[in-house]
């Protein structure tokens, strides 16, 4: 009696989708016309393989991936009802923003009050800004290279009609603006805003405070910051079982609402940025994890799933409840993953910032303006310090985008092009910053003498 087990499940995934391909390329390049609905089954027939496989592993990353294939063939199929699906995951991500204002609060003032030790505090915000900036500044010229070799936008022709879109209305950001939305006016206004940093600072400051007053003051507080803590990261798992259904739709609404044609066009770009950022991955992140002997095997299981969800939402405040329990679960102690994480979503997007290097220079290259190797130095070194503490603000990375272009006379006309593929793009960058944020909280950890090895080496044996 054949037995559906997990192994013969993948090998009739990985059968079923070479037999799809081959029959796809054969009837493409060999005119066979074959009826489009055989070819759609031949395409499903995989999916569920994969599908039957995720139902025996009974992991909620496995359910991630087949809801991110599922999506796009939904797509592919049926992209009129795909185009409504948007709401789904946009129900998801306003669950989920619910959760960040309580949990950044209640871990940071427990982990600060909790052992009034306010000088680890300053080391931990002095450590965590000085690995922010080192990994960052890596990446912006990692962006700078890759797009360089690749040449992408030099002698693209655009259709006249390309140049005349309009850009979604922003506000330009000057130094002023950027130190004032590191502080809070109102914290009503910081969570309902979705401000991470605004609250993280309120957070500190409120920690600060409690660990100065008497015992008898302090110790009902930290009992309600830590139930408060263990109801949170309850609540999270609750959202997070909502998660497969939000990654299929997000995926299905994106590949309905733009069609797989929008991976042809500008591809150019799209494999450079993904490149460059795969390259990033093995050339600074992982080196860090081997210099500071950090389980690689175990890291990865970790920053996983957070990491497919930012992937599939796009949103890196749809990984971060479950990016702060993983890393707790992984090794960091509580008090330096709920300072180090929500602080790095403003200054270490490390992403974010490659993926800025290189659309900068690609508005050059598509608008025929050559920047010398000097121009190209200082432009690097201005977006070192405006892509720094501005996550907050909304359309953060069109902001700067925006104001780089008119500081060196660039026209705005390419950028309008670039919002077209921006979600594919999106996608890659976004997973990049939650993994980078992951390894700094490890990084700080190690550097404060209170990684836990053991955890680390025993995360997911089970």
């Not at 890659?428 to 909280?441: E, F, K, Y």
Request: aromatic share 12%; net charge positive.
């Amino acid at each position: 009696m054949f037995m559906f087990t997990p192994k013969r499940l993948l090998a009739c995934f990985f059968l079923a989708i070479s037999i799809a391909a081959i029959v796809h390329v054969t009837d493409h390049y060999m005119a066979l016309n074959i009826p489009a609905w055989i070819l759609m089954v031949l395409r499903w027939i995989p999916i569920a393989c994969y599908f039957l496989y995720a139902w025996t592993k009974k992991k909620l990353t496995t359910w991630i991936f087949v809801s991110m294939l599922m999506g796009v063939e939904f797509g592919h199929d049926l992209p009129m009802v795909a185009k409504e699906l948007n709401i789904v995951s946009q129900i998801f991500i306003h669950l989920v923003k619910t959760i960040i204002a309580p949990l950044i609060f209640a871990t940071l003032v427990t982990g600060i009050a909790g052992h009034a030790n306010l000088k680890q505090v300053g080391r931990m915000g002095w450590k965590s800004l000085v690995y922010f900036e080192v990994v960052s500044t890596i990446a912006l010229f990692i962006g700078l290279a890759a797009i360089n070799i690749s040449g992408a936008g030099i002698g693209v022709v655009v259709p006249p009609e390309m140049t005349r879109g309009t850009l979604p209305a922003v506000q330009a950001q000057d130094w002023h603006s950027v130190v004032l939305h590191i502080f809070p006016e109102n914290i009503a206004k910081s969570i309902a805003e979705g401000q991470v940093l605004q609250i993280v600072v309120f957070s500190i400051l409120f920690g600060i405070a409690v660990a100065m007053v008497k015992e008898q003051y302090r110790s009902p507080m930290l009992r309600f910051t830590e139930s408060l803590t263990a109801v949170m990261f309850k609540f999270t798992n609750i959202i997070m079982l909502f998660a497969p259904f939000a990654v299929f739709s997000a995926i299905a609404f994106s590949v309905g609402h733009m069609g797989l044609n929008v991976l042809v066009n500008l591809f150019q770009l799209l494999a450079t940025l993904y490149l460059a950022l795969l390259a990033f991955a093995l050339l600074v992140l992982l080196p860090v994890m081997l210099f500071l002997k950090i389980p690689v095997k175990r890291f990865i299981k970790a920053v996983a799933e957070p990491a497919t969800i930012a992937f599939a939402t796009t949103s890196s405040e749809s990984a971060l409840p479950r990016a702060m329990e993983n890393m707790e679960e992984f090794g960091v102690p509580r008090k330096i993953v709920s300072f180090v994480m929500p602080t790095g979503y403003s200054f270490n997007l490390d992403g974010t910032t490659l993926y800025l290097a290189m659309a900068s220079i690609f508005v050059a290259n598509m608008a025929g303006v050559h920047l010398s190797f000097d121009t190209q130095i200082v432009m690097m070194l201005t977006l070192m310090l405006t892509s720094k503490g501005v996550a907050a603000v909304p359309r953060a990375s069109l902001v700067i985008l925006l104001g780089t272009a008119a500081s060196f006379g660039l026209p705005t006309w390419p950028i309008f092009i670039i919002l077209g593929i921006d979600e594919l793009m999106d996608m890659a960058r976004t997973a990049i910053n939650v993994i980078g944020n992951c390894l700094a909280t490890v990084v700080v950890a190690k550097w404060e003498g209170e990684f836990e090895h053991e955890k680390a080496k025993d995360y997911g044996v089970r």
